[in-house]
């Protein structure tokens, strides 16, 4: 079978698309309310579906099963990005480097027809390697840097140092740390030094985050409650300060009795 690779990009795409819209608030209800662990036995489920076709010889069956299954992993790296921790294209480029990392033999500089046993052999032994790469805390926070969403990642680095036990007692303590951060940047910004404010603001954010994990709150998820309440918020305000001739000229003072009103209806 001759193989279009537009084609192929071109349905991919679409699938992806299709999951996305699903999740999306104008998509499924079912879907919209799926979690990646509430998802895994369906995983499991499709997995298991693909190999019963596989044994019944049935291409058509087999084609259909693989779909399936295809679209769990979609499903799956759909919710990841939508929380910011993994998208597709990570998922695509994790696998690629495995599988070019693993065939050395093809990709690389060693002798391409060596026999199976013996791939087999240096599997074994790139699989020993990635396995001490993985078990090393520092490549998996650096890993996690990659992530899409830069307070997902941070909170990942955050989990992995607090699993030996290097992390704040509880979030009371971590809040502590808040206010000294919070003191670095004023500091920092009577000194008019911008690349000191921009590196205490980093501080401070991380900071956040170690609260609202040791609370158990998603910062993620937080922090866009807070935006959709803002915007909620000054959507109620701008036809009243348009009936009011608009916001040209009003000072910060006259905005924020608008603000203040709005919040006084709530």
């Known amino acids: 079978m001759k193989h279009n ?37 369906n995983v499991i489920e499709e ?28 499903f799956q790296t759909q919710i990841a990005a939508e929380e910011g921790k993994f998208d597709m294209a990570d ?31 240096m599997w074994g032994e790139i699989k020993k390697q990635e396995k001490l790469d993985r078990s090393r805390l520092s490549n998996r926070m650096r890993e996690a840097m990659k992530f899409p969403s830069a307070l997902s990642g941070a909170e990942k680095v955050q989990s992995e140092a607090a699993s030996i036990g290097f992390d704040f007692a509880n ?12 003191l670095e940047i004023e500091k920092a910004m009577s000194e008019c ?7 205490e603001l980093g501080d401070l954010l ?41 916001f040209a000229g009003k000072s910060l003072e006259e905005l924020d009795r608008y603000w203040d009103k709005i919040k006084l209806q709530k």
Not at 18 to 25: A, D, E, F, Q
């Open 91 to 121: 998922v695509a480029r994790g696998i690629c480097s495995k599988l070019i990392n693993r065939h050395p033999h093809v990709f690389g500089e060693h002798e391409n027809a060596i026999d199976p046993d013996k791939v087999v052999e």
């Open 47 to 74: 997995a298991n579906e693909v190999v019963e076709a596989i044994k019944s010889g049935d291409s058509l069956h087999i084609c259909e099963e693989l779909g399936d299954l295809l679209m769990m992993v979609v």
């Open 5 to 41: 690779n537009q084609q192929i990009s071109g349905e991919y795409i679409q699938l992806v698309e299709i999951m996305r819209k699903l999740r999306s608030p104008d998509g499924c209800s079912w879907d919209r309310k799926q979690t990646m662990a509430g998802l895994a036995d």
């Open 171 to 182: 979030a009371r303590t971590a809040l502590a740390k808040i206010h000294e951060e919070a």
């Open 193 to 199: 030094n911008p690349e000191e404010i921009e590196e």
């Open 206 to 246: 991380f900071s956040v985050l170690n609260v609202s994990r040791l609370s158990n709150v998603s910062a993620e998820k937080s922090l866009r409650k807070a935006t959709a309440k803002f915007v909620e918020r000054f959507a109620q305000i701008e036809p009243l300060v348009e009936a009011d001739g608009g």
